[in-house]
Structures are given as structure tokens and as C-alpha cells.
């Protein structure tokens, strides 16, 4: 599975931005695909998905009502429109598709990952 994103980039507090996500297959749906993040000397954590085990999508405490998580099936592409943006958003974001589409987005479990899009907030 090859993930390919795109979207990030350098932007002041408050702005916006919306990072996509495309799978080069069709065997693992955009549904079972989640977005993490890492900032420097942090470990990586779970940003949004759309499906989560206990149901309905999956938004980090620190992005809720800021961050949407969508997708199109069509195209098999996943996108993270982010509202509001703050400093402490800033990381490398990846995209990562789970084989499995368990739906608890563990960083440390195993996923297929993208090559990651860098997103700065000044």
C-alpha cells in the first residue's frame, strides 16, 4: 500500500489548511485510514480518523471542533481539513492505513504509513 499526502506547509496561528491522503489501493478503504502526527521530541500521536472500534470518528482532545476528518471513496483519498491552527500543532503528519481497520489508532501498532507532510504554525 503506498500512501501518498500532501498539503502542509508554513502558516500563522489561526489560519487554515487541509492535508490529503491517497491510497494506491483499493484493498485497504479510506474508511481505515487514520492521520498521526509527531512534533520534535514527542512521540507520535493520533490525530482523527473516521472510524473508531466504539463507533462514529476518531478526533484527538486537542483538535476537536477545530479538525475534520473526511474522505472520498471514490478516489480512495482521505483529507484533514484543520481550522484554527495553533502553534502546538505543529508536526510532521502522517497518514497511515491499518490492514486490519481496527479502529483504536495505537501508534505503536502496525500500519502502512505515508511519507509524512510537514505542517508549521507560527
Known amino acids: 500500500v503506498q500512501l501518498v499526502e500532501s498539503g502542509g506547509g508554513s502558516v500563522q496561528a489561526g489560519a487554515s489548511l487541509r492535508l490529503s491522503c491517497e491510497a494506491s489501493?483499493?484493498?485497504?478503504?479510506?474508511?481505515?485510514i487514520g492521520w498521526f502526527r509527531q512534533a520534535p521530541g514527542k512521540e507520535r500521536e493520533a490525530v482523527a480518523a473516521s472510524f473508531r472500534v466504539s463507533g462514529g470518528p476518531y478526533y484527538a482532545d486537542s483538535v476537536k471542533d477545530r479538525f475534520t476528518v473526511s474522505q472520498d471513496k471514490a478516489t480512495n483519498t482521505v483529507f484533514l481539513q484543520m481550522n484554527s491552527l495553533k502553534p502546538e500543532d505543529t508536526g510532521m503528519y502522517y497518514c497511515?492505513?491499518?490492514?486490519?481497520?481496527?479502529?483504536?489508532?495505537?501508534?505503536?501498532?502496525?500500519?502502512?504509513w505515508g511519507q509524512g507532510t510537514q505542517v508549521t504554525v507560527s
Open positions: 497511515a492505513a491499518d490492514s486490519w481497520c481496527r479502529g483504536t489508532w495505537n501508534p505503536r501498532d502496525t500500519y502502512h
Open positions: 489501493t483499493y484493498a485497504i478503504t479510506s474508511t481505515c
